[in-house]
T-cell receptor, first 114, second 115 residues
Framework: DQQVKQNSPSLSVQEGRISILNCDYTNSMFDYFLWYKKYPAEGPTFLISISSIKDKNEDGRFTVFLNKSAKHLSLHIVPSQPGDSAVYFCAASAGYNQGGKLIFGQGTELSVKP | EAQVTQNPRYLITVTGKKLTVTCSQNMNHEYMSWYRQDPGLGLRQIYYSMNVEVTDKGDVPEGYKVSRKEKRNFPLILESPSPNQTSLYFC??????????????FGPGTRLTVL
């Protein structure tokens, strides 16, 4: 059973516009959420995170929003750049007692067109 | 340069032939983990290690073994590989098992094909 879901396998946006990637989760014990970015032939790299006590975290062009009541988080990229084209994974954690385990979504492939 | 390295990057083998994928990190991290990535399933944790000589099963441990004799190394062992272990494997490390503000660094991946 997929506890973290990214229902859009792909997304295409124009350079300069906003990219919005969505993620839903089912486990109410998750208390920390992360976004990772992955280029082909490379490992995932950390992008941004948010604790469950917050509803927004911003880092430059990247903002993550968390709606706990809806069990939904989203990543906004503004403005989108061609170099942002990659696969984006959201991940969730239920804390130290879960062995530091990250539960990943299936990924969304973002394509930013010039 | 701080990094997680994996070897080999690509491997094609046959059913039943034992293999080891090595993982090494140079950041003095306590926590290390193995994941596999399959289409439509994202990354799933195979095994993890909180520290030297401490390992535990993740979500999909069947058919795999690990060891943590040194802090920097965390090899993944397939004693008798089968075709359903064909996948893309990632090793990751972090300072500790606390996820908060403690990002996991991933290696470049090992693409394994079992015929």
């Amino acid at each position: 059973d997929q506890q973290v879901k990214q229902n859009s396998p792909s997304l295409s946006v124009q350079e300069g516009r906003i990219s919005i990637l969505n993620c839903d989760y089912t486990n109410s014990m998750f208390d920390y959420f992360l976004w990772y970015k992955k280029y082909p032939a490379e490992g995932p790299t950390f992008l941004i995170s948010i604790s469950s006590i917050k509803d927004k975290n911003e880092d430059g062009r990247f903002t993550v929003f968390l709606n706990k009541s809806a069990k939904h988080l989203s990543l906004h990229i503004v403005p989108s750049q061609p170099g942002d084209s990659a696969v984006y994974f959201c991940a969730a954690s239920a804390g130290y007692n879960q062995g530091g385990k990250l539960i990943f979504g299936q990924g969304t492939e973002l394509s930013v067109k010039p | 340069e701080a990094q997680v390295t994996q070897n080999p990057r690509y491997l094609i083998t046959v059913t039943g032939k034992k293999l080891t994928v090595t993982c090494s990190q140079n950041m003095n991290h306590e926590y290390m983990s193995w994941y596999r990535q399959d289409p439509g399933l994202g990354l799933r944790q195979i095994y993890y290690s909180m520290n030297v000589e401490v390992t535990d099963k993740g979500d999909v441990p069947e058919g795999y073994k690990v060891s943590r004799k040194e802090k920097r190394n965390f090899p993944l062992i397939l004693e008798s590989p089968s075709p359903n272990q064909t996948s893309l494997y990632f090793c990751a490390s972090s300072l500790s098992g606390w996820v908060d503000n403690n990002e996991q660094f991933f290696g470049p991946g090992t693409r394994l094909t079992v015929l």
